[in-house]
């Protein structure tokens, strides 16, 4: 069973930053594309940024600019780095794991960011 597993989450400012990491074990990184979505209280979870095996990325609108998502093959990590953060960038965040052969998808347990003063 794969299993990803966020950390990285926590309180901040507005205008400041957080790095959130997804560890994926036991898994031939290379057969897969890695996501972070998002879900706030009340909305459905969005797509946030996602990178494929070699590397391509796509970012939604409302982070472009803000948010990078980055993988290392080495250490099976994926990353993202929010900068400029919003009070509305707020919610629970997930890592995804979509296998290239077969579709599935994985799904982490997420990790709660939030912007507040």
């Known amino acids: 069973q794969i299993q990803p597993v966020e950390s990285g989450g926590g309180l901040v400012q507005p205008g400041g930053s957080l790095r959130l990491s997804c560890a994926a074990s036991?898994?031939?990184?290379?057969?897969?594309?890695m996501g972070w979505y998002r879900q706030a209280p009340g909305n459905e979870r969005e797509m946030v940024a996602r990178?494929?095996?070699?590397?391509?990325?796509n970012v939604a609108d409302s982070v472009q600019g803000r948010f990078t998502i980055s993988r290392d093959h080495a250490k099976n990590m994926v990353y993202l780095q929010m900068n400029s953060l919003k009070p509305e960038d707020t919610a629970v965040y997930y890592c995804?794991?979509?296998?290239?052969?077969?579709?599935?998808?994985?799904w982490g347990q997420g990790t709660q960011v939030t912007v507040s003063s």
């Open positions: 995804n794991v979509h296998a290239l052969l077969g579709g599935l998808d994985y």
């Open positions: 036991r898994i031939t990184f290379s057969l897969y594309s």
């Open positions: 990178i494929t095996n070699d590397g391509a990325t």
